[in-house]
T-cell receptor
Framework: DGGITQSPKYLFRKEGQNVTLSCEQN?????MYWYRQDPGQGLRLIYY???????QKGDIAEGYSVSREKKESFPLTVTSAQKNPTAFYLC????????????FGPGTRLTVT | KQEVTQIPAALSVPEGENLVLNCSFT??????LQWFRQDPGKGLTSLLL?????REQTSGRLNASLDKSSGRSTLYIAASQPGDSATYLC???????????FGTGTKLQVIP
């Protein structure tokens, strides 16, 4: 089955700890995206990558870091510098063709206490 | 900076009614516009994608239109059903690095 996997589904961390969220896709898509969603709000772009070894900051990149060493993987690290990390995190990928349609993973709900 | 707005924020309709959801964007130089559905606690499901050169797309009871010059898109849902209850989000792809900007969503409730 082709798709996007995010693990784990739920993640709990203590304040001050860094945590890495996994995102893997087997759709052979070039572009990958990380979003954050807070209750009752839309999605805000954290980081995105169009090709391997290249990525751009989105609207709310402060306190986050990413890497894109492999085409199929785009892990997101939430660092201790992120002031309010508790949120629902969504990963997406897209083929860089005429349509550029995004496909989303199931999300990871991160709770930091 | 691209800004995307969705109106209304919430909508409640009786089953069987036809309805329209609105999405507006500030920068008309877009690559595409995509409509999504999100169920509570879940990821997003793509409904329709309209490329910049297209005016509309249809899938079953759904029809999405795009007017770049006015910065507007509408999602038309015919003969609404309780299973259509969800949050509907629009997203615009624009800019040199194909950045995506989402609207805040419309929460739809279809009452049996």
């Amino acid at each position: 089955d082709g798709g996007i996997t995010q693990s784990p589904k739920y993640l709990f961390r203590k304040e001050g700890q860094n945590v890495t969220l996994s995102c893997e896709q087997n759709l052979n898509h070039d572009a990958m995206y990380w979003y954050r969603q807070d209750p009752g709000q839309g999605l805000r772009l954290i980081y995105y990558s169009q090709i391997v070894n290249d990525f751009q900051k989105g609207d709310i990149a402060e306190g986050y870091s990413v890497s894109r060493e492999k085409k199929e993987s785009f892990p997101l690290t939430v660092t201790s510098a992120q002031k309010n990390p508790t949120a629902f995190y969504l990963c997406a990928s897209a083929h860089r063709g005429p349509a550029y349609e995004q496909y989303f993973g199931p999300g990871t709900r991160l709770t930091v206490t | 900076k691209q800004e995307v707005t969705q109106i209304p924020a919430a909508l409640s309709v009786p089953e069987g009614e036809n309805l329209v959801l609105n999405c507006s964007f500030t920068d008309s130089a877009i690559y595409n516009l995509q409509w999504f559905r999100q169920d509570p606690g879940k990821g997003l499901t793509s409904l329709l994608l309209i490329q910049s050169s297209q005016r509309e797309q249809t899938s079953g009871r759904l029809n999405a239109s795009l007017d770049k010059s006015s910065g507007r898109s509408t999602l038309y849902i015919a003969a609404s059903q309780p299973g259509d209850s969800a949050t509907y989000l629009c997203a615009v792809l624009s800019g040199g690095y194909q950045k995506v900007t989402f609207g805040t969503g419309t929460k739809l409730q279809v009452i049996p």
